[in-house]
């Protein structure tokens, strides 16, 4: 999504709204192949580099990590970059093509960078049976008892009947 910046006087403001379709890398775990992010915000020139200030939205879609349902997931985030004429990685200002900012690196990038780390359908979502694999949101399966972890046989005699 490039955005021409020639004309915009210095401490002028410049509305941008857009949206940006984005074929998502593999290896995310989403359920679609491509997302739609909303993007909403301000450039600012600020003499020696432009500022965007914004936000973006997108829905994304994914199997919960827990119970495995799909979830429809609503990620809003903020955008802060600063571009220039000259790129520089280590004050992190993003590079210019011409006189035109590229929003589309620095929207995805953040995208990734606010991914949720735990992807479950809810706060009290009970998973799958580690036995018979029963969702265990939509009722209670007929397993005797759960299985014993065989790392830790060893030590469950040993606080049986003593005093700790």
Do not use: H
């Amino acid at each position: 999504m490039e955005i021409y910046v020639g004309n915009l006087d210095a401490s002028e403001k410049l509305k941008v709204e857009t949206t940006i379709n984005w074929a998502i890398p593999s290896g995310y775990k989403l359920n679609k192949e491509e997302i739609k992010i909303d993007l909403s915000g301000t450039i600012t020139n600020l003499g020696d580099f432009y500022l965007f200030e914004g936000e973006a939205k997108a829905i994304l879609e994914f199997a919960c990590d827990l119970c495995l349902e799909p979830v429809n997931y609503l990620l809003s985030f903020p955008v802060v970059e600063r571009y220039s004429e000259t790129e520089n990685e280590e004050e992190e200002v993003w590079g210019m093509l011409g006189k035109s900012i590229d929003l589309g690196g620095a929207v995805k990038m953040n995208l990734l960078l606010n991914l949720p780390i735990r992807r479950a359908c809810s706060e009290n979502c009970s998973g799958l049976c580690p036995v018979c694999g029963q969702n265990l949101n939509k009722g209670a399966c007929n397993c005797a008892s759960q299985p014993k972890n065989s790392f830790f046989e060893g030590l469950e005699g040993l606080f049986s009947d003593k005093e700790v």
